[in-house]
């Protein structure tokens, strides 16, 4: 099946630093979705992208689309200790009638 | 927002025996829900698509008759663990989107985790 190429696949950082990771992928998807999971528990999602070239905000989380609609990009400002966990990229062909095809995760591991 | 609830979250089972886990959406209808299968420090990997009131279809390499799904209604959907295996010990995840709403993102249950002895 499709493969997404997610770097990088750790990152040890400061408190306060700001994260940024991304997937690319050898297809285009029409849907990009960033999830982030917590050990032992299902993915929850951080921000959903529907259209190339969107960027979209959540709180601290910034997530662009690519043009090419072969890539994304998901940035972190200002890290906090609640934002350790594995961040996943997913890309969806059509919505909701598609499973999702996973990238390998991003850990983040924050140092105090 | 959407709720997805998965049972149960934990299951210890013999070799050979087979085992249900249920997935519901709580406040929303999913014709189409997803099970994903989640080994230690790895990706999420999808198994299948569960159609309600249609057979469910499996990705390449999942055992149809090993992994039995059924989604009997807009809110649930079972995936049965056959003759179970050691080697079928994992995490297994559930996901599902509001059918009425475009666009509607893909959300997660909180997974079980299957250990098979």
């Known amino acids: 099946g499709q493969q997404l190429n997610q770097s990088p696949q750790s990152m040890f950082i400061q408190e306060g630093e700001d994260v940024s990771m991304n997937c690319t992928s050898s297809s285009i998807f029409n849907t990009w979705l960033w999830y982030k999971q917590d050990p032992g528990e299902g993915p929850v999602l951080l921000i959903a992208l529907y259209k190339a070239g969107e960027l979209t905000s959540n709180g601290r989380l910034t997530a662009q689309f690519g043009i090419t609609r072969k890539d994304s990009f998901l940035n972190i400002s200002a890290s906090i200790p609640s934002d350790v966990g594995i961040y996943f990229c997913a890309g969806q062909l059509s919505g909701g009638a598609d499973g999702l095809t996973f990238g390998k995760g991003t850990h983040l591991i924050i140092q105090p | 927002g959407a709720v997805v609830s998965q049972h149960p979250s934990r299951v210890i089972c013999k070799s050979g025996t087979s085992v249900k886990i249920e997935c519901r959406s709580l406040d929303f209808q999913a014709t189409t829900m997803f099970w994903y299968r989640q080994f230690p420090k790895q990706s999420l990997m999808l198994m299948a698509t569960?159609?309600?009131?249609?057979?469910?279809?499996?990705e390449q390499g999942v055992e149809k008759d090993k992994f039995l799904i059924n989604h009997a209604s807009l809110t649930l959907s079972t995936l049965t663990v056959t003759s179970a295996h050691p080697e079928d010990s994992s995490f297994y995840i559930c996901?599902?989107?509001?059918?009425?709403?475009?666009?509607?993102?893909?959300?997660f249950g909180n997974g079980t985790r299957l250990t098979v002895t």
């Open positions: 569960s159609n309600e009131g249609s057979k469910a279809t499996y």
């Open positions: 996901s599902a989107a509001d059918t009425r709403k475009y666009n509607s993102p893909l959300h």
